[in-house]
């Protein structure tokens, strides 16, 4: 059973659309974190949440955590080609335990 | 900052042989590290947690005599894949996370391990 449902799997926009990507489970997460990967290269941390019901803003980007820590959403707002990778987001159960990662979302946005 | 470096990038050896990956953080220093395996197009699978100065933590299924690891220092932690077949050919992905952090993860750049 996978810990963090994560939807869609795959998504391909057009330059300029909008979209989200959920993280979803069952538990309840001390810390959730989104990362961005490219090709060929390790992930990238992009932001890290821990109170329920927090929105952070990163540029284009909004991310949220669920009122009771146990979902989350990235929201790219006029999506640009470089937008374009496998978004994955990582939560953990406790401040010292390990974390678990979603299947991922690979986006590709088309100029 | 948080960096992590990864070596070598590349690695092709013949089956049978061994292979070192050397993962480090380079301006922090990471009490937990973690080594991870990816295959196209999917998420990473965690391997092993390490912290330094005590034995690594395997997942299930992964071989502990197969993949060894050594985090000897706070800022070293090296993977030996022993007798590499090609069934281990894939992406090697370590990343290192500072206590006190909300397990923030900074990854290294990976590692292509081909086996022939």
């Known amino acids: 059973t996978q810990l963090l449902e994560q939807s869609p799997q795959f998504l391909s926009i057009q330059e300029g659309e909008n979209l989200t990507v959920y993280c979803n489970s069952s538990s309840v997460f001390s810390s959730l974190q989104w990362y961005r990967q490219e090709p060929g290269e390790g992930p990238v941390l992009l932001v890290t949440v821990v109170t329920g019901g927090e929105v952070k803003k990163l540029k284009r980007l909004t991310f949220q955590f669920g009122d009771a820590r146990k979902d989350s959403s990235l929201h790219i707002t006029a999506a640009q080609p470089g937008d374009t990778g496998l978004y994955l987001c990582?939560?953990?159960?406790?401040?010292?335990?390990?974390?678990?990662f979603g299947d991922g979302t690979t986006l590709t946005v088309k100029p | 900052g948080a960096v992590v470096s990864q070596h070598p990038s590349r690695v092709i050896c013949k089956s049978g042989t061994s292979v070192k990956i050397e993962c480090r953080s380079l301006?922090?220093?990471?009490?937990?590290m973690f080594w991870y395996r990816q295959f196209p197009k999917q998420s990473l699978m965690l391997m092993a947690t390490s912290n330094e100065g005590s034995k690594a933590t395997y997942e299930q299924g992964v071989e502990k005599d197969k993949f060894l690891i050594n985090h000897a220092s706070l800022t070293l932690s090296t993977l030996t894949v022993t007798s590499a077949h090609p069934e281990d050919s894939s992406f090697y992905i370590c990343s290192a996370s500072e206590r006190g952090f909300y397990n923030e993860q900074f990854f290294g750049p990976g590692t292509r391990l081909t086996v022939l």
């Open positions: 301006d922090f220093q990471a009490t937990t």
């Open positions: 990582a939560g953990a159960l406790t401040n010292a335990g390990k974390s678990t």
